[in-house]
DNA sequence: TTGTACGCGTTATCAG
DNA sequence: CTGATAACGCGTACAA
């Protein structure tokens, strides 16, 4: 059927020759206006482009209607679990709107999301899903304002108001915290990575040391939250010992992850001191899996982890649908939406069962 | 690409009237060719196109180019570690080569993989990395036939001789049974999914008969092949119940899983079962994250799993280089390019140190 | 050194 | 019911 490689696209025209009609005619055809032709003329449209495989070029049907039902996306880091849901909710409710979405992984560079964000401005998307990596960022506000529909995920910006989905931040955190005060830990630290820049990390952080004022007045929240760099399992190691050193024995501390990663993370660390879990730490964090993850580490990681869920894949399908509806009424009012969070409680905080 | 009102469009058209030249000057100037004019008309662009902002339309550009400098990229499973590896590589490659990824996910559907590959052609993508989910797959020799350059990941398809980039699957089932026949493991098993139209993990079950009859010659290797549904907890606890009865007791075997999601869920499976990890029944497996992730599951899992590395992040890398490769010279030679894989020995098969 | 005019593939407008 | 024709934004022979 077809020779070598070099098959020359069929285009419109090609389509309209061979039928014996004008490019108007089969135009309209693709559009389903079946009503603007007669049923024969129909059929022998149907016949060509069954035969020549046409598809009209979507390029060319961008450039005349001004959209390119293109979504930018841009993620902090693909390979975290929480990433890995977002993309899949967002991909579904756009393949069913019939966009398409442009993915870049900015790696957690604030440099590189703008590089990137560039570049998918360039392509003309109609619209930008950006899980930013700085809490300040004049760029994407400039951006905004020159009337590029942004919605933000999970992580906010200083000073412009915009839409944004996540999951909800401050409840998890004091419901953990209270959950670790009725177990009976000594007290509650607090891992995190940087937070200056990230919204998410930040407010996740102030919860927990409103938490702390409020279940263990009598600690210092702020020399309880230690921040740590998660390539750096060293510096994690001395963190707890200065934790554990803190408590004293016989008192058992227990940790909060600010993220997944952050969280999985301490636990190596853990599991490199030889401690037991929870006897000697407890430790806890947000499950960014979605929910119809197979690799579920919080069960499978004895004694099983202590989590509150983040509905990753749920905040993917909204976020799409808010910028989706941005699009089509940019004047719509901006909204905040806070997906709804849950604890489960396993083993790592179940310290009075332990004790037993 | 929005006007939302407030802000039209800037053209090439308007920078050229603003700047008093014509838009053959303006296109000069994109693209470099500043020999072409004299130095006060290409300040004067410069200066007109930094006070607006002007952006050339790639999509105007692709029309005219007749290359949209887009690739399609369909994986089978976003959530799993390796697509998430594979999209970084992925990534990272294009961008350097001012290429833009459009990615999509099929969920583990031939259904879906076909919508959405007719979606990213007629999207006239310049070419297509796949991840299929059949190896029974006409349309994507169709494709291929009609000229469309096509890179498939890891899996192979029937009758079509595709460019491929994978990791190596013989040599490493061959060493972990090597490996666990020295450990004094009293057999292996081979856990996997559907594998009749998955050419990955067809050769890899072959792969483990073929090592059967070398190192376990005395074993039935064809009825140590348990196929097993990742979502069905339960049949496979029955799988390994069956397998240890087959072994008596005082003899251990272990567990290959046939990829890193059915691995994690074998173990899921074990630690429901209350068994002890590797007295009672060994595992290992594949080990899809890519090299520089932060959670490392093999190492967090008590006792560690043994696992044969996959280069998730250099496939991706490789893969999209070869593709570029194809899109600018068709008639390449095709080339199938397996990754060296290496077995990682931890805990979960140290079965001589746990007897000690 | 700069500009004119045309075409890329599609759709909307208007005229039969 | 059908079809010419003009855009959409850009690149590029071909002039000047």
């Known amino acids: 059927m077809t020779v070598n490689g070099s098959h020359k696209n069929v285009t419109i025209s090609d389509v309209a020759r061979a039928a014996g009609v004008s490019k108007t005619t089969v135009s309209r055809y693709i559009n389903g206006k079946y009503s603007l032709m007669s049923p024969e003329t129909r059929e022998r449209i149907a016949a060509v482009i069954e035969m020549s495989h046409y598809r009209p070029s979507s390029i060319a049907q961008s450039l005349k209607a001004k959209q390119s039902y293109q979504i930018g996306v841009v993620v902090a880091d693909v390979s975290s679990p929480f990433s890995a849901a977002l993309i899949r909710g967002i991909g579904h409710v756009l393949l069913e709107n019939n966009y398409v979405a442009l993915f870049a992984d900015s790696k957690n560079s604030l440099e590189l999301e703008q590089r990137l964000i560039q570049t998918l401005v360039s392509r003309k998307v109609d619209g930008l899903i ?23 995920c999970d992580r906010q910006v200083s000073d412009y108001n ?72 060293a510096g994690t190691i001395r963190a707890i010992e200065q934790l554990l050193g803190r408590c004293g024995s016989g008192n058992t501390p227990a940790i909060i992850g600010v993220n997944n990663v952050t969280t999985m993370h301490v636990v190596g660390a853990i599991r490199a001191m030889g401690l037991e879990i929870p006897r000697q730490v407890g430790i806890c964090g947000p499950n960014d899996w979605g ?66």
């Open 130 to 152: 950006v899980n930013t990596n700085s809490y300040y960022n004049p760029s994407l506000i400039q951006l905004a304002c020159q009337g590029m529909p942004v919605v933000l």
């Open 162 to 233: 915009f839409p944004l989905v996540g999951s909800e931040q401050r409840q998890p955190i004091l419901d953990v915290v209270a959950h670790l005060k009725e177990e009976g830990f000594h007290t509650a630290a607090f891992f995190t990575e940087e937070y200056a820049a990230n919204s998410a990390r930040f407010t996740r952080r102030n919860a927990f040391l409103e938490a702390m004022a409020f279940h263990y007045p009598d600690q210092d929240a702020q020399s309880l939250s230690f921040t740590v760099d998660i390539s750096d399992q």
């Open 291 to 356: 929910w119809d993850e197979q690799i579920n580490w919080p069960v499978i990681v004895p004694p099983g982890i202590t989590t509150f869920t983040v509905q990753s894949y749920e905040i993917g399908c909204t976020v799409a649908q808010v910028l989706l509806q941005r699009i089509q009424n940019p004047a719509a009012e901006k909204q905040e939406i806070r997906l709804p969070s849950e604890l489960v409680v396993r083993g790592s905080t179940r310290l009075r069962a332990a004790r037993v």
